[in-house]
T-cell receptor, first 109, second 114 residues
């Protein structure tokens, strides 16, 4: 079993839909990072959180440390949101990320 | 947010040559930088951790003589792929640690070895 599981692995949505991507992990962590990788490959850091909830524009990230679960929500999705979204917990006591395999999102106009 | 740059963004080279990739933190000092490799449709794989002024720590299975890492200053780390081979073709990404838990990722370098 992978230490980080993301679901769904692939997601196609219509423009305007509300999107949720889930991440579950099995190790103790100090923080969790949500990353966005566009088709060209470049990685953008969306959120780093260790508790509660963070919001930036149309993006919301939540984490429940006790349940070892985090979610990334996109409201009013847009085709430009099409990318791979990667959950990356930071293993407790280290500076090493454990990367999920990513969720490939495609938003259709 | 903090910015990390990589240069070049794309490089094509012949087998047997060496290629140097630079990773720079543009607006902060990074005591630690990380180098990752990503195969198509796969997760990032940590190759090595680079601390300023000291030798890099390589992950298991990564050849340190093939992937030379130098972290000469608080804003620059370099990865040199020596005697490149087609199997080294990949997407290489660096990240720089800003404070305790925050890491910022570079845009990546796509290496193609012919």
């Amino acid at each position: 079993k992978n230490e980080v599981e993301q679901s769904p692995q692939n997601l196609t949505a219509q423009e305007g839909e509300f999107i949720t991507i889930n991440c579950s992990y099995s190790v103790g962590i100090s923080a969790l990072h949500w990353l966005q990788q566009h088709p060209g490959g470049g990685i953008v850091s969306l959120f780093m959180l260790s508790s509660g909830k963070k919001k930036h524009g149309r993006l919301i990230a939540t984490i429940n440390i006790q349940e070892k679960h985090s979610s990334l929500h996109i409201t009013a999705s847009h085709p430009r949101d099409s990318a791979v979204y990667i959950c990356a917990p930071l293993a407790g006591g280290t500076y090493k990320y454990i990367f999920g395999t990513g969720t490939r999102l495609k938003v259709l106009a | 947010g903090a910015v990390v740059s990589q240069h070049p963004s794309r490089v094509i080279c012949k087998s047997g040559t060496s290629v140097k990739i630079e990773c720079r933190s543009l607006d902060f000092q990074a005591t630690t930088m990380f180098w990752y490799r990503q195969f198509p449709k796969k997760s990032l794989m940590l190759m090595a951790t680079s601390n300023e002024g000291s030798k890099a720590t390589y992950e298991q299975g990564v050849e340190k003589d093939k992937f030379l890492i130098n972290h000469a200053s608080l804003t620059l780390s370099t990865l040199t792929v020596t005697s490149a081979h087609p199997e080294d073709s990949s997407f290489y990404i660096c990240s720089a640690r800003h404070n305790t838990d925050t890491q910022y990722f570079g845009p990546g370098t796509r290496l193609t070895v012919l």
